[in-house]
């Protein structure tokens, strides 16, 4: 067998894999039509990694995304920052990038999560 077909044998068997491991991944997420569980009840603070973020610019955020324990997923928007000085809401796209849990103080205002307080959570 020449190189230039071993070769392509091995990049075969490479991308066969990879096409192997995507089917299984996706097979194990939920693709489920049932609606997410309600979250009304669901005491603050909370801790979770944040998976998504609303913003016009580094400055500029809106809201963001969390998912906590078992897989939910809560949406907050953001309102004044109590302690902006030591966790800035720009900080929200590092723990994004990361996926290291943060803390989020929060009360609900018209049926909506408003974070008021953000810190990274205890290790």
Known sequence: ?????RGAGIIAVVLVGIV??????????CGCSQPAPSTTDVPSP???????VDAASLTDIR???LQISGGVKLD???????NATQFSPSHLKEHQATSVPIRVWFTLQNG???????ED???
């Open 1 to 5: 067998m020449s190189r230039l077909a």
């Open 20 to 29: 192997a491991l995507n089917i299984f991944a996706a097979a194990g997420s």
């Open 46 to 52: 909370i801790d979770g990694v944040v998976i998504a």
């Open 63 to 65: 809201a963001f995304t």
């Open 76 to 82: 907050f928007k953001l309102g004044a920052i109590e």
């Open 112 to 118: 909506e999560r408003v974070a008021y307080r953000l």
């Open 121 to 123: 959570a205890p290790g």
